[in-house]
């Protein structure tokens, strides 16, 4: 079946730096989403990816599309305290979808 | 707008206890329904999805099932629980189009 890798698995960053995490399959997908996850709630939605090479922005939160379906990343600029979390990709063929294992984010004050 | 919930929130139970996690979307008609264990520090595994009423597909064959006995209702249980079974438990929606909707969980402790 089709497989995500998320990369980094985690991440320790100053506030104020920009984040960078990414999401590669060797299969294509049609849709990619971004979800960030606080300790013991649900993953919300932050960006959702619905064709190849789009580039969408939310805030301080940028996510694009992979030209070849396959990859997408998520950047986070001048990141704030609040944004600590897991940060789940996931990609959606069809009626089919897979998640990435997450990218726990850590920001020091 | 669209809502899900998910109900407990938290539940303590004994190994060997049956149990029975509800979710219930509201706002919407003949979402996609899913079922999700999350494992501490892991990320998501599909337990079940549903299409529609009594229509259960299950991904990970174990001592879990799930009904769907309403259009917006999706329930998980077991007859007798594991202790491997502990996890968070999120419920999640969809529609035809791609967005998926997660509700806010329930955190599973088996003793």
């Known amino acids: 079946g089709q497989q995500l890798n998320q990369s980094p698995q985690s991440m320790f960053i100053q506030e104020g730096e920009d984040v960078s995490m990414n999401c590669t399959s060797s299969?294509?997908?049609?849709?990619w989403l971004w979800y960030k996850q606080d300790p013991g709630e649900g993953p919300v939605l932050l960006i959702a990816?619905?064709?190849?090479?789009e580039l969408t922005s939310n805030g301080r939160l940028t996510a694009q599309f992979g030209i070849t379906r396959k990859d997408s990343f998520l950047n986070i600029s001048a990141s704030i305290p609040s944004d600590v979390g897991i940060y789940f990709c996931a990609g959606r063929w069809n009626n089919d979808m897979r998640f990435g294992a997450g990218t726990r984010l850590t920001v020091k004050p | 707008s669209q809502t899900i919930h998910q109900w407990p929130a938290t539940l303590v139970q004994p190994v060997g206890s049956p149990l029975s996690l509800e979710c219930t979307v509201e706002g919407t008609s003949n979402p996609n329904l899913y079922w999700y264990r999350q494992a501490a520090g892991r990320g998501l595994q599909l337990l079940f999805y549903?299409?529609?009423?009594?229509?259960i597909s299950s991904e990970v064959p174990q001592n879990l099932s799930a009904s769907r006995p309403q259009d917006r209702q999706f329930i998980l249980s077991s007859k007798k629980l594991l202790l491997s079974d502990s996890g968070f438990y999120l419920c999640a929606w969809r529609m035809d189009t791609d967005t998926q909707y997660f509700g806010p969980g329930t955190r599973l402790t088996v003793l």
């Open positions: 299969s294509i997908f049609n849709t």
């Open positions: 549903s299409v529609g009423i009594g229509q």
């Open positions: 990816l619905y064709k190849a090479g």
